[in-house]
């Protein structure tokens, strides 16, 4: 049976790859290290699982509204109040089946064929799969890591076509950990603004930011900036719910009608009981909340020191999300490796220390490291990263 030309196209995400060949590992017995779990490795919060056990018995089983709950979205109008400064209507907010599924809709109902959409390099590994799968084209615009991974508006007017539809800022970034300042936004969006661009804002790690910087959300720089904006978030890393797949996209009213109208065909609706248990996780000020993100602050500053020690390996700070984003071009050249991807396998092999190569976010010259897992775990991983490095000096 030949296949549709849109699937043959997909690459296949290699966070996900190198996640499972670590479990492969594992299962064979190997003491594995993963670095490349995006996601917090805390349970969700009990007030959120007693309200799921509660929504079950009280019998909130049942189909909902495609575009999600009234009350989960009044209380996502609250928290885009309350932290954002934004004021939305229900009727500009669909909650989705996770942020993952809020971008694939999006794009599935703003894309034609051929429509470009601009994607800052380093990117998340799923934005140019999704823009090609809706029959976009991705257009990558390169950031310099001088630049803390962040392109300019000179960077942004240099890539815009007549064919531009749309861009995507993702602050705080994966892989990267960076974020733009409320300066550098208001920038990006004059230009957005005078060339007509759709801004596609993912803010999904606005709550795991470990210095005095703020997030700011490019929507609410001004009105003209929020009717140009889809605001991209959900409740799996602010509250450790990645499975629960609870999202939500915020924007002009067409657009989140048509999204929902999509999903009305697609998923139907979010699982009612995710629902409700995210309606608990923003009805509540938790503080276990606050601890994960002191943890989360503790093993960057201390996994942070470890990596950069290591031989060939340099790196900028993140800010924010929880992972860090190192050039290991020297090391790679260093240890007789042709590439970053080469040199990852190795290390797995031999030290069984899972990293992801930056090739799959278009930075072939970095990796990703997440931090998503206990301290001992990041030291003895760094230990044994420096110990490869060290033993195939050429």
């Given at each position: 049976?030949?296949?549709?030309?849109?699937?043959?196209?997909?690459?296949?995400?290699?966070?996900?790859?190198?996640?499972?060949?670590?479990?492969?590992?594992?299962?064979?017995?190997?003491?594995?290290?993963?670095?490349?779990?995006?996601?917090?490795?805390?349970?969700?919060?009990?007030?959120?699982?007693?309200?799921?056990?509660?929504?079950?018995?009280?019998?909130?089983?049942?189909?909902?509204?495609?575009?999600g709950?009234?009350?989960?979205?009044?209380?996502?109008?609250?928290?885009?109040?309350d932290?954002?400064?934004?004021?939305?209507?229900?009727?500009?907010?669909i909650?989705?089946?996770?942020?993952?599924?809020?971008?694939?809709?999006?794009?599935?109902?703003?894309?034609?064929?051929?429509?470009?959409?601009?994607?800052?390099?380093?990117?998340?590994?799923?934005?140019?799969?999704?823009?090609?799968?809706?029959?976009?084209?991705?257009?990558f615009?390169?950031?310099?890591?001088?630049?803390?991974?962040?392109?300019?508006?000179?960077?942004?007017?240099?890539?815009?076509?007549?064919?531009?539809?749309?861009?995507?800022?993702?602050?705080?970034?994966?892989?990267?950990?960076?974020?733009y300042?409320?300066?550098?936004?208001?920038?990006?969006?004059?230009?957005?603004?005078?060339?007509n661009?759709?801004?596609?804002?993912?803010?999904?790690?606005?709550?795991l930011?470990?210095?005095?910087?703020?997030?700011?959300?490019?929507?609410?720089?001004?009105?003209?900036l929020?009717?140009?904006?889809?605001?991209i978030?959900?409740?799996?890393?602010?509250?450790?719910?990645?499975?629960?797949?609870?999202?939500?996209?915020?924007?002009?009213?067409?657009?989140?009608?048509?999204?929902?109208?999509?999903?009305?065909?697609?998923?139907?609706?979010?699982?009612?009981?995710?629902?409700?248990?995210?309606?608990?996780?923003?009805e509540?000020?938790?503080?276990?909340?606050?601890?994960?993100?002191?943890?989360?602050?503790?093993r960057?500053?201390?996994?942070?020191?470890?990596?950069?020690?290591?031989?060939?390996?340099?790196?900028?700070?993140?800010?924010?999300?929880?992972y860090?984003?190192?050039?290991?071009?020297?090391?790679?050249?260093?240890?007789g490796?042709?590439?970053?991807?080469?040199?990852?396998?190795?290390?797995?092999?031999?030290?069984?220390?899972?990293?992801?190569?930056?090739?799959?976010?278009?930075?072939?010259?970095?990796?990703?490291?997440?931090?998503?897992?206990?301290?001992?775990?990041?030291?003895?991983?760094?230990k044994?990263?420096?110990r490869?490095?060290?033993?195939?000096?050429?």
């Amino acid at each position: 049976m030949q296949l549709s030309k849109r699937v043959e196209t997909l690459t296949p995400s290699s966070t996900l790859a190198i996640t499972a060949k670590a479990k492969e590992l594992k299962k064979e017995g190997h003491d594995v290290i993963g670095l490349g779990a995006g996601e917090p490795d805390f349970n969700t919060p009990n007030y959120i699982l007693e309200a799921a056990a509660e929504a079950m018995k009280s019998g909130m089983t049942k189909y909902t509204p495609s575009g999600g709950i009234i009350e989960l979205k009044e209380a996502i109008i609250n928290k885009f109040q309350d932290d954002n400064q934004l004021r939305y209507s229900t009727d500009e907010v669909i909650i989705t089946t996770g942020a993952k599924h809020a971008l694939y809709t999006l794009f599935q109902v703003l894309l034609n064929d051929g429509d470009e959409v601009i994607v800052p390099t380093p990117y998340w590994v799923s934005y140019p799969e999704q823009i090609k799968l809706a029959g976009g084209n991705p257009i990558f615009l390169q950031s310099s890591e001088e630049n803390e991974f962040k392109i300019t508006p000179e960077d942004l007017k240099k890539a815009i076509t007549p064919k531009t539809k749309a861009i995507v800022l993702n602050s705080p970034s994966n892989p990267t950990g960076m974020m733009y300042s409320k300066g550098e936004l208001e920038e990006l969006g004059k230009v957005c603004l005078e060339h007509n661009i759709l801004i596609v804002s993912d803010e999904i790690y606005e709550k795991l930011i470990y210095t005095a910087d703020q997030h700011v959300s490019i929507a609410a720089l001004s009105p003209e900036l929020k009717e140009q904006t889809v605001v991209i978030n959900g409740v799996s890393k602010s509250h450790s719910m990645t499975g629960w797949r609870i999202g939500y996209a915020a924007g002009p009213q067409t657009i989140i009608k048509a999204m929902t109208n999509l999903a009305s065909h697609s998923t139907s609706n979010p699982t009612s009981i995710a629902q409700y248990a995210a309606l608990a996780a923003y009805e509540s000020n938790d503080a276990s909340l606050s601890k994960m993100k002191e943890a989360f602050s503790e093993r960057l500053n201390a996994f942070y020191d470890l990596i950069t020690d290591i031989p060939g390996i340099t790196c900028k700070k993140p800010k924010g999300a929880f992972y860090i984003f190192p050039n290991v071009s020297e090391a790679v050249a260093m240890n007789g490796f042709s590439s970053a991807d080469d040199w990852v396998k190795a290390i797995l092999e031999e030290e069984k220390v899972a990293l992801v190569p930056g090739s799959g976010f278009g930075s072939p010259e970095n990796v990703r490291l997440s931090y998503a897992l206990g301290l001992d775990d990041l030291v003895e991983a760094a230990k044994r990263i420096k110990r490869f490095v060290e033993n195939h000096q050429s």
